[in-house]
């Protein structure tokens, strides 16, 4: 065995009062101890000096494993009682996220790329780790979006978004907050260290045959850390825009404007609408091997062919504006860029459109109507708005009820006013909720979208009027459809209820 380089009295007495699981030889002391040796007698090196070894260990009479040890390395073998779930991190933290110096070789960088932890596998564990698997496990199946650790005074609440709600799953004990959300950050390979700043991390799990995805957030909050996983699974992602669920009329409208070789189009919407997914469909609709298509996004969610994807470092100074500027020198010819944050990205986004690119981008503003405002808020002159933008497409998702509950029903005076329905009441459909549902009364979801085409006299009423509702009116005229009618439409189809149109439109005339 290479002789180790002893740490230093004092070295050793500070990490020993911060915690075991910062020393220097943990990670070294991986080249000793075999992975499959380590969890099969949960025990991992932690420190040595000269001719001793300390070894954490769950059980200090397992004396089979030390002597194998100490016959292994030469050197006396002095075990350290540590609890389980100690141990459990300590492994994960080393063999999972290995050391520098083990990613040298190509072998180590190709097995680092690839995530072996299985959360089918079953394990013996019946502590935090078992807990975490589950948690995760049960997020997948119900198809979360996210899962949140919240630190409450006494407990640790874990919610899940479903189909865009979150929704209260469980409770965790206080004495396992502070081992849960280590565990979290040792899969994200986070610093377990800290714990007084924000962390981003991602981590890729296997689901048997599946690779989930998942990014990771941490905020300190008053009782403890905060921590965000947002679920990336590629199963559930249908990419394509005849699998958005577009009327006809507005889908063949949307594939008109992306034949365009030049020319601005957004897409607005709150988080979580599925704009991301829009605009990959129509990147995935504009695929060619004779056009080059490049991104920048923050981040880069899901890896498509034939594309170059840039992702945002601010750290490194790489923004939208930046990475976008040097895109252009790339030769595109179709450009997406994930968000237009401030004037700088709008402008270069611009001058893209009006030098022979098609440029794709969002823009957070309520509805189709008011983007063209509010690029305009953002300091860029209306006549270069108008010599670039071509569409807006806005879009909510919406619950869908459950067929396995679903019931017809007679609406209430104050749902047909929400529906602006006069006359006779039409019957209606809601869920009672059943076990198919989980007991939610809707599985699944779909969009509602409105398209705004700029047009030559739709570009003539930005520039002459500024009254919204004049705006609206005489795009009504021109056939626009706004989000509530597609959603009123999809309530008297008995695809969803009133409260959902409501929850994602608000309350107001139609």
């Not at 895109?327 to 022979?356: C, F, H, N, W, Y």
Request: charged share 25%.
């Amino acid at each position: 065995m290479t002789t180790k380089t002893p740490l230093a009295a004092t070295e050793l007495e500070l990490e020993k009062n911060t915690h075991w699981l910062q020393s220097r030889f943990l990670i070294e002391g991986t080249q000793i101890v075999p992975y499959a040796f380590a969890k099969k007698h949960r025990c991992i090196p932690f420190f040595e000096n000269g001719e001793k070894i300390e070894v954490a260990v769950h059980d200090p009479f397992c004396f089979e494993a030390l002597e194998d040890l100490r016959f292994k390395t030469k050197k006396r073998i002095v075990p350290v009682q540590k609890s389980l779930e100690e141990i459990e991190q300590a492994i994960e933290l080393c063999y999972h996220k290995n050391s520098p110096r083990m990613l040298d070789s190509p072998q180590a960088q190709q097995e680092i790329s690839v995530e072996h932890y299985d959360l089918l596998e079953e394990r013996l564990e019946n502590g935090v780790i078992h807990l975490c698997d589950r948690i995760l496990l049960e997020a997948i199946s119900q198809k979360a979006s996210d899962i949140h650790f919240e630190p409450q005074e006494n407990f640790l609440l874990v919610r899940y978004r479903i189909d865009g709600v979150l929704h209260e799953k469980k409770t965790v004990v206080r004495s396992q907050q502070n081992e849960l959300i280590t565990r979290l950050k040792v899969l994200a390979k986070l610093d377990i260290a800290e714990s007084r700043l924000p962390q981003d991390g991602r981590m890729k799990l296997a689901l048997g045959e599946r690779q989930i995805d998942f990014r990771v957030s941490t905020v300190p909050v008053v009782f403890g850390e905060r921590v965000v996983l947002r679920i990336l699974d590629k199963k559930n992602i249908h990419l394509g825009l005849d699998a958005l669920g577009l009327e006809k009329e507005l889908l063949e409208k949307l594939k008109t404007l992306l034949t365009k070789t030049q020319g601005i189009l957004l897409v607005t919407g709150p988080t979580g609408s599925g704009k991301t997914t829009t605009l990959y469909s129509a990147l995935k609709e504009l695929d060619s091997s004779q056009i080059n298509i490049m991104t920048i996004e923050d981040p880069v969610e899901y890896k498509l062919p034939h594309m170059a994807q840039i992702g945002v470092n601010s750290k490194i100074h790489l923004t939208f504006s930046t990475g976008l500027r040097h895109i252009l020198r790339q030769d595109p010819d179709v450009i997406m860029v994930g968000e237009i944050r401030d004037k700088e990205t709008a402008e270069i986004a611009i001058q893209a459109s009006l030098t022979g690119h098609l440029v794709l981008s969002t823009l957070h503003t309520n509805d189709a109507l008011s983007a063209p405002t509010r690029l305009i808020d953002m300091g860029i002159e209306p006549f270069l708005i108008s010599s670039s933008l071509i569409g807006v497409l806005a879009q909510r998702l919406v619950r869908v009820i459950c067929h396995s509950c679903k019931e017809r029903y007679s609406p209430s005076d104050e749902e047909c006013k929400d529906l602006g329905l006069e006359g006779d009441r039409p019957s209606l459909y809601r869920a009672r909720g059943c076990p198919q549902c989980f007991e939610l009364g809707y599985k699944g979801r779909m969009g509602i979208y409105e398209l705004l085409v700029m047009t030559p006299s739709m570009r003539s009423v930005y520039h002459e009027e500024q009254d919204p509702v004049k705006r609206a009116a005489f795009a009504k005229n021109q056939g626009f459809i706004s989000l509530r009618e597609q959603g009123i439409r999809l309530v008297l189809n008995g695809i969803t209820t009133v409260e959902e149109i409501v929850r994602v439109t608000g309350k107001g005339a139609v």
